[in-house]
């Protein structure tokens, strides 16, 4: 969807697809530099990663594995909850493999911190940290991000992944959502 397809919905694009795919681009080389030698485990967080994971993982130069975590600290409105529950588990031992956590968004950071520890608690070799976008001024808990594309502000946003009541997602750019949609 291209964001003359929802115009009236959107305030302002903040990113364009094009901007997305660069940074992509410049974060997998940097991860391919960082994990040479070493197989990583991609874990993208759904449902808002999936279009970030797919275009990082094919963006990497080298083999890596996928698996996927629903976590969700959100409801049906545009504010983080802070209750973290998981809704699917990975499938994947993380017993000694280098992860990185794949995500679309970082706000609070509360959810991001409990997936980081939890995942930490499973052994594996290594825990990292991907994010497309973070939210400076929303933050609540520091956690440590080692690969972010764009800080961005602290405005309800949708595209490349992230929603508004499962719509928008497929929008190629990140788009401040409109307050008129969801008031």
Known sequence: METSDVANDLADI??????????????SRRIEADYEGREILLVGVLR?????????????????????????????GTKSSGVVRILKDLDSDLTGRHVLIVEDIIDSGLTLSWLLENLRSRGAAS???CALLRKPDAVK?????????????????VGYGLD???KYRNLRAVAVLAPHVYS
Not at 141 to 157: A, C, L, R, S, T
């Open 48 to 76: 808002g990663a999936v279009m970030v994971m797919a275009d990082l993982a094919r963006e990497l130069r080298a083999h890596v594995e996928m698996d996927w975590m629903a976590v969700s600290s959100y409801g049906s």
């Open 14 to 27: 903040l990113v364009t697809e094009e901007e997305i795919h660069a940074k992509l681009a410049e974060l």
């Open 164 to 166: 508004y009541a499962e």
């Open 127 to 129: 825990v990292e940290i």
């Open 141 to 157: 808990v520091e956690v440590p991000v080692k690969y972010i594309g764009f800080d961005i502000p602290n405005d309800f946003v």
